[in-house]
């Protein structure tokens, strides 16, 4: 026996395939937004109740068919941004999610559905940049007058 040929009992077995324990459904869920324009860090996904890692843009996730509950939100300083939404998944069924955090962190919920949805906050943050503006143009004002 050459040392090049392993006797049987010290073959490697060949990698066995995952087979699901039941019927699977397909989870189209995007993240509308960019590192850029929305945080740098991805939102927190879980799937009923277990984290998948997840990036912007759209993420397609194979899940068991049945009940399922998505919940996501987005992380800074604290969690914000939190949304829910429950589903059904049918067997061989792609289910589209789309998911956009808010423009602020500070008390705005974050958008879910079934559709492109639309992103929550510009009311709040238009009025705190339009108190910054205010601020800064009577500090201008203040020191041109005096």
Known sequence: ????????????????????QGPMGMLHLTIQGSAMTSNMIPPTVHLNGYPVPVKYGRNDIPVFAGPLHVDIHSQWMR???????????????????????????????????????KRNGIGVLLGLLGTIFAVFLLVVLLAVLN
């Open 1 to 20: 026996m050459s040392y090049q040929q392993q006797p049987p009992q010290f073959q490697p077995h060949p990698p066995q395939q995952y087979q699901p």
């Open 79 to 117: 969690a914000y941004g939190r949304a829910s939404l429950d589903c059904t998944v049918r067997p061989n069924q792609v289910v589209p999610v789309f998911y956009a955090s808010p423009y602020h962190q500070f008390a705005s919920a974050g958008s879910i559905g079934h559709h492109k949805v």
